[in-house]
């Protein structure tokens, strides 16, 4: 059974930075393109970036690009984001997704 | 950016009628290949999001044929026949053609 388990999340105050991982099982990790997408408290969905399976190629939403970073350990299964400067309005959940799979999200609240 | 545009639903919706979900995208999804870049999620209550419908047209596995999606390059629309309780959530559009991806607002679906 394909299963995607984020963590790293929670609470974390503006300025900060925080790295959230998620670990992949039930398929061949390194073969797929691996994606997050984070989903506001108002449940708007937002598409962050993906990562080739190889690692070799990212790509980013423009308005993040410059603070967050997608980076992935194929011998580990293991897909990262890496958040720096974080902002009140980077409060949301967070979703790794790939193989057509979501995971269960990781909740991350930006506040002082 | 492509902009996407869900259409709302006639709240609630009777259990065993059908119910067309509508989205729009600002720019033709229909690729020179010839398959359209476009996937349907459905969310359920305290869940995350779950691939119903992929290539505008394709079930993913497992869904059930009272799913069904169709439409144009930028024109598209999720059908579900017999509403179950199963279906409550919020349904969401996503074009996949360029970067960055985007997302619907959303479309809620309410069972009577």
């Known amino acids: 059974e394909v299963q995607l388990v984020e963590s790293g999340g929670g609470l974390v105050q503006p300025g900060a930075s925080l790295k959230l991982s998620c670990v992949a099982s039930?398929?061949?990790?390194?073969?797929?393109?691996m994606s997050w997408v984070r989903q506001t408290p108002g449940k708007t969905m937002e598409w962050i970036g993906d990562?080739?399976?190889?690692?070799?190629?990212?790509n980013y939403a423009p308005s993040l690009k410059n603070r967050f970073t997608i980076s992935r350990d194929n011998a580990k299964s293991t897909l990262y984001l890496q958040m720096s400067n974080v902002r009140s309005e980077d409060t949301a959940t967070y979703y790794c997704?790939?193989?057509?799979?979501w995971g269960q999200g990781v909740m991350v609240t930006v506040s002082s | 950016d492509i902009v996407m545009t869900q259409g709302a639903l006639p709240n609630p919706v009777p259990s065993g009628e059908s119910a067309s979900i509508t989205c729009q995208s600002s720019?033709?999804?229909?690729?020179?290949?010839?398959?359209?870049?476009l996937n349907w999620y459905l969310q359920r209550p305290g869940q995350s999001p779950q691939l119903l419908i992929y290539?505008?047209?394709t079930r993913a596995s497992g869904v059930s044929d009272r799913f069904s999606g169709s439409g144009s390059g930028t024109d598209f629309t999720l059908k579900i026949s017999s509403v179950e309780a199963e279906d409550v959530g919020v349904y969401y559009c996503?074009?996949?053609?360029?970067?960055?991806?985007?997302f619907g607002g959303g479309t809620k679906l309410e069972l009577k």
């Open positions: 997704t790939g193989r057509m799979r």
């Open positions: 039930g398929f061949t990790f390194s073969d797929y393109w």
């Open positions: 990562i080739k399976y190889d690692g070799s190629y990212t």
């Open positions: 720019k033709s999804l229909l690729h020179s290949n010839g398959k359209t870049y």
């Open positions: 290539w505008m047209s």
């Open positions: 996503q074009q996949f053609l360029e970067y960055p991806r985007t």
